[in-house]
């Protein structure tokens, strides 16, 4: 078990709502007319173009969730590249029940396989550099678990998984709190000692604010240009973790790694990532 992967028994109840809303209330209907119930089949999930795996453990549970018989076998695993007509999976079995469960598995090892895909490559961009590529909570709702799992799977690292995670002051809180003071002397009073503070800053004025009051152990830089991510990573001169954040597109990554900065936070990893195009075939 690592991080980059959960239990299975942690996943089945997404796995489960997709499948039902799939299903609907009476089943695969086309199947059960034209597929005679004794009907067995070899089909295989095959890549039809280069990419990097995830999805993987969530399509097998997809299919054993409609028949417990089928036999599945994950030939590329999860976090692993794959190339156009590489055979990711073979299902054996009852063709209607692998019928009935290809859908959802392929929904869900597209749209993750483009997400662990688009992460690798950003972490590219940034290789050589101290920098970590991470995601944000600007995810599917109901599907961030996995999505974040994505992110693993192509290399990066995960930024909170809930508001209740970590305190992340972000400006509107600063704005309706009365200032970058109030905020952080609010926390040192109210935060308990296991919780991490990260503070969003968007101005070198408010950046020395934040070092002389203290109170945060992470600083995210957001909207800055090159040039001013650098003064701000000499200003904080190691005393804080600092994040780049904001504007932050496949292009920049290396520009903005190269300032010395400790994570480059995007949200375009989890909600602009292409689907992969993964086919079931038997």
């Given at each position: 078990?690592?991080?980059s ?7 089945e ?10 299903l609907?209330?009476?089943g ?68 209607a029940?692998?019928l ?17 895909t ?12 101290n ?18 799992l ?84 000499a ?15 496949l ?24 689907t992969v ?6």
């Amino acid at each position: 078990m690592s991080f980059s992967s959960v239990p299975d028994l942690v996943l089945e109840p997404m796995i489960r709502n997709a499948l039902m809303e799939d299903l609907g209330s009476y089943g695969d209907v086309t199947t059960r007319a034209v597929i005679p119930a004794d009907t067995t089949y070899d089909a295989r999930i095959n890549a039809r173009e280069d990419a990097v795996v995830s999805g993987m453990q969530v399509a097998e549970i997809a299919f054993r969730l409609v028949d417990p018989t089928l036999q599945v076998v994950t030939h590329v695993a999860d976090g692993n590249t794959c190339q156009k007509g590489d055979t990711l999976m073979t299902i054996k079995g009852s063709a209607a029940s692998i019928l009935s469960g290809e859908r959802v598995a392929l929904n869900f090892a597209g749209r993750l396989t483009g997400i662990a895909t688009k992460t690798a490559g950003f972490v590219a961009e940034a290789k050589g550099t101290n920098a970590r590529v991470t995601c944000t909570r600007k995810t599917t709702p109901g599907l961030r678990l996995v999505e974040k799992l994505a992110v693993l799977h192509g290399g990066g690292f995960n930024h909170r998984y809930s508001l209740s995670d970590a305190i992340l002051i972000k400006d509107n809180h600063i704005a309706a709190a009365g200032g970058v003071r109030q905020v952080l002397e609010a926390t040192k009073a109210h935060a308990s000692h296991m919780m991490a503070v990260e503070i969003e800053v968007d101005r070198l004025d408010q950046l020395t604010e934040v070092l002389e009051v203290g109170g945060a152990s992470v600083v995210l830089l957001d909207n800055m240009d090159n040039d001013m991510l650098r003064e701000a990573v000499a200003m904080v001169d190691g005393r804080l973790k600092t994040e780049a954040s904001g504007n932050v597109k496949l292009e920049r990554i290396a520009s903005i790694a190269a300032t010395g900065v400790d994570y480059i936070s995007s949200g375009a990893l989890t909600h602009s990532a292409r689907t992969v195009d993964l086919g079931l075939d038997f």
